[in-house]
């Protein structure tokens, strides 16, 4: 979603904020523009369409100079992606501008109270609101006007505001969307996201709801909503920018895929210590897992699969009731919480604003919360009781596939460790389990070794319409990943299915040569997926199987198999998401497609 840079220091602002803004393409955005104060007046330019435009108009930021300046990537919420609706936006004499992301749930009443007290609007968004209220309430004083605009304010935002009466400082503040400040040698920052600006410093401040930070070129104050300083500590970020960048590959997605090995490997041997699985971060007793007495597990997309397959494993193994649910279904749906339940949220940005809002509907009603996090320092990551990170690194690609894979690990540490705990499993099958999983990161490696064929495959179907993904218990749980990758990135329609499940209704959809992914992981699932094989066959379906190696009776019934290495049918997903991954970015690449920027998608989902 938006993404927000600014700066004020001792160079010049516009291709500081371009660079950055370049480093947030991944979020997803349809316009550009910046705006940067000139030594007499705050200059701006806005474009629609990919940043490079606006580099162009701007001659790559030399047609704006001057020492301090933001800047903005927008993904149209509230008016279409336009120049005029794009941000920066001014107050009427052009002396306050804001960037703006996140959505200002009352825009439509302030509207009309600021038009009916002469305003003038020029775009169709909801920030120019805040440009105009901003103007409405400034009386020589920017910190006191931010306040007063906080108190009328409803929704998510992170803000970037500049006034040209104090052009050696830049304002920022945030509720519900990220936004963090950067401290360097030559001047200060604020950006969406740390890959903007970790070219310049690695000394960020993670700014809580509602606090208020001013920036000169070398201080920063913070301040509550009752304009009262507060002390911040920064955090070093210790992640390198190599991380954040193609290396050669040509699309993020193929290098993230490539990171899987090192991800998983990096998610799971920190927490096999001395033989046994052990979870520092968890923060509870062994008591108090025995008592647990029920799982939700809270998340959004590829995140709520991994919770879908989770769930499989938790009641599997520990035996303990879990609930899998979509944060945006669960925050509205009153759900009845137990004595003794926990609820695991799940996100790869901490950021998802449904998945945010149900952690804090799950902690108003007093039930212990964990959250299972990539990125540090983020909104989730602070505000769930406990967080357990994943290490998979920064992900660029908006089609998640690195963070998916950790996710999967730390939900099985998880289970395995209350399966053990509440003595569920005896230690034969606790030491195989732990075999296995130490097996994962070669087992990916092996299957990344399969691209080409995959990829020969996957040329195939380039023109199809529609593809069916099939599968039972944990193969289901695979089916809708693999599903959502193709489609996300190749604009083709594609269905996961529980195989059983298609013959009453989907299954008049396929016809001749329909392509019909099945996934056939699970041994004790293993004929019935069979049978079900055959029923789409003998209605003309094309069968791509995904099945465990030895099981070669399926060749019988399906017309192109891969085969995975074996492993604990609880970890199966962990194995079948590869090649799945890897037919989805082929199909994308063979189409032509921006594999790593999908139309209408963004990376942070930052409203709901
Ligand atoms: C799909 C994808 C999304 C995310 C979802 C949740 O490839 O990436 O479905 O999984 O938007 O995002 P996070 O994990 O950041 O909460």
Sequence with gaps: MCGIVGYIGGQQAAPILLDGLSKLEYRGYDSAGIAVYNGEKIQMVKSTGKLKALEELTQGGAVLPGFSGIGHTRWATHGSPTDVNAHPHFNKDCSITVVHNGIIENYLKLRKKLEGKGYQFVSETDTEVLAHLLDYYYNGNPLEAIVKVLYRVEGSYALGILFKDFPEEIYAVRKDSPLIVGQGKEGNFIASDVPAILKYTRDVYFIENQEIVKLTRDSLNFYNIDEEEVQKESTRIEWDMSAAEKAGYEFFMLKEIYEQPKAVADTLYPRLKDDGIVIEELGMTEEEIRNIGKIYIVACGSAYHTGVTAKYVFEGLARIPVEVDLASEFRYRDPIFQPNTLVIVVSQSGETADTLAALREAKSRGVRTLGIVNVVGSSIAREADNVMYTWAGP????????????????????????????????????????????????????????????????????????????????????????????????????????????????????????????????????????????????????????????????????????????????????????????????????????????RNLAKSVTVE
């Design 395 to 598: 992900e660029i690609a908006v089609a998640t596939t690195k963070a998916y894979s950790t996710q999967l690990i730390a939900e099985y540490l998880l289970a395995i460790y209350f399966a053990k705990v509440r003595n569920e499993i005896d230690s034969r099958q606790f030491e195989d389990m732990l075999h296995d999983l130490k097996k994962l990161p070669d087992q990916i490696e092996f299957l990344l070794g399969g691209k080409e064929k995959l990829q020969h495959f996957a040329n195939r179907y380039l023109a199809t319409e529609h593809v069916f993904f099939i599968g039972r218990g944990i193969d289901y749980a695979i089916s809708m990943e693999g599903s959502l990758k193709l489609k996300e990135i190749s604009y083709i329609h594609s269905e996961a299915y529980a195989a059983g499940e298609l013959k009453h209704g989907t299954i008049s959809l396929i016809e001749e040569n329909t392509l019909v992914v099945a996934l056939v992981t699970q041994k004790d699932l293993y004929k019935k997926m069979l049978s079900n094989i055959q029923e789409v066959r003998t209605r003309g379906a094309f069968v791509m199987a995904v099945a465990t190696a030895g099981n070669t009776e399926v060749e019988k019934s399906a017309d192109y198999v891969v085969y995975l290495p074996e492993t604990n049918p609880y970890f199966a997903n962990s194995l079948a998401v590869i090649p799945l991954q890897i037919f989805g970015y082929y199909v994308s690449l063979g189409k032509g497609l921006d594999v790593d920027k999908p």
